[in-house]
């Protein structure tokens, strides 16, 4: 089992530009939650996807977007970027129980 | 809402010390908690939880225990290494129903072992 996957690890953007991140969840696992995480601080939750829908939504302007597909990978857009939106992004799946989390993208945004 | 609140760092430690990071949480109903550890350029790990009041969760030597008398989660190990040196996360779930499996976080607490 290959846990939960992220890609890519790393990305450089300039602002105003859009991005796409991606997240395979480990195996049986149907629910996909992304987080933000800047520098020296905890984990913000973004949205939660299940059976494809956003289910819970944080904090976070319409500039974050995502999608789940039919075999539960996730994808989070984020359009627009700003130099405030560089951070680690961790997708983390889950299945009733706890939730296990990829290793993150790091986004800079110069 | 639900919060919960751990002490603040950084704490440094010689190596074979006793830790103690606390963790108290606000929640309604039986929240499950969990400690999730960051290593340095690293995702999140989980390190160990607890899913019912007087649960002990533990793994690696670091034990917490489910307090619901007092609203706490703390995590302790009798005997650091340098190789503890991490970030470590208090975290929660609520227990309402549905498929809400958000988590609601602590800030934090940065932990340094010396040799």
């Known amino acids: 089992d290959a846990g939960v996957t992220q890609s890519p690890t790393h990305l450089i953007k300039t602002r105003g530009q859009q991005v796409t991140l991606r997240c395979s969840p480990k195996s049986g696992h149907d629910t996909v939650s992304w987080y933000q995480q800047a520098l020296g601080q905890g984990p913000q939750f973004i949205f939660q996807y299940y059976e494809e829908e956003e289910r819970q939504r944080g904090n976070f302007p319409d500039r974050f977007s995502g999608h789940q597909f039919p075999n539960y990978s996730s994808e989070l857009n984020v359009n627009a970027l700003l130099l405030g939106d560089s951070a680690l992004y961790l997708c983390a799946s889950s299945w009733l129980t706890e939730a296990f989390f990829g290793q993150g993208t790091r986004l800079t945004v110069v | 809402g639900d919060s919960v609140t751990q002490m603040e760092g950084p704490v440094t430690l010689s190596e074979e010390a006793f830790l103690t990071i606390n963790c108290t949480y606000t929640?309604?109903?039986?929240?499950?908690l969990f400690w999730y550890v960051q290593y340095p350029g690293e995702g999140l790990q989980l390190l160990l939880k607890a899913t019912k009041a007087d649960d002990k969760g533990s793994n690696k030597g670091f034990e917490a225990t489910y307090r619901k008398e007092t609203t706490s989660f703390h995590l302790e190990k009798g005997s650091v290494q340098v190789s503890d040196s991490a970030v470590y996360f208090c975290?929660?779930?609520?227990?309402?129903?549905?498929?809400?499996?958000?988590?609601?976080w602590g800030l934090g607490t940065s932990l340094a072992v010396n040799p």
């Open positions: 929640a309604t109903g039986y929240p499950s």
């Open positions: 975290a929660l779930r609520g227990d309402n129903a549905g498929n809400n499996r958000k988590l609601i």
